[in-house]
């Protein structure tokens, strides 16, 4: 999915750029709406991510190690779950046919 030339945007503009605490966002939300709050994730780029970001990088040969996916994207989803946010990932076909 992702935004076609959003990095090189905002790597020029430090102002459009900026860092937050998702866990402060959402119990802002939680306390002000008074309903959970849900946060779409794009697969598409979480896949590759889940795979080489973590401590023991998996390896994708033949089409992965998915016992290990499972328990890594499992702790993903967990680490939110905890702090009270809802999760919806959203596949793009189209970043998935290149």
């Given at each position: 999915m992702?935004?076609k030339g959003l990095?090189?945007?905002v790597e020029?503009?430090?102002?459009?750029?900026?860092?937050?605490?998702?866990?402060?966002?959402?119990?802002d939300?939680q306390?002000?709406?008074?309903?959970?709050?849900v946060?779409a994730v794009?697969?598409?780029?979480?896949?590759?991510?889940l795979?080489t970001?973590?401590?023991?990088s998996?390896e994708s040969?033949?089409g992965?190690?998915w016992?290990?996916f499972r328990?890594v994207s499992?702790?993903f989803?967990l680490?939110?779950?905890n702090k009270?946010?809802?999760?919806?990932f959203?596949?793009?076909?189209?970043?998935?046919?290149?």
């Amino acid at each position: 999915m992702g935004v076609k030339g959003l990095l090189p945007l905002v790597e020029d503009c430090p102002e459009a750029c900026r860092f937050v605490s998702i866990e402060k966002m959402a119990n802002d939300h939680q306390r002000v709406l008074r309903y959970s709050p849900v946060l779409a994730v794009d697969g598409s780029n979480d896949i590759p991510w889940l795979y080489t970001n973590q401590r023991h990088s998996l390896e994708s040969l033949y089409g992965g190690q998915w016992i290990q996916f499972r328990e890594v994207s499992k702790n993903f989803v967990l680490k939110f779950q905890n702090k009270g946010i809802k999760l919806v990932f959203i596949f793009d076909k189209n970043h998935l046919q290149k």
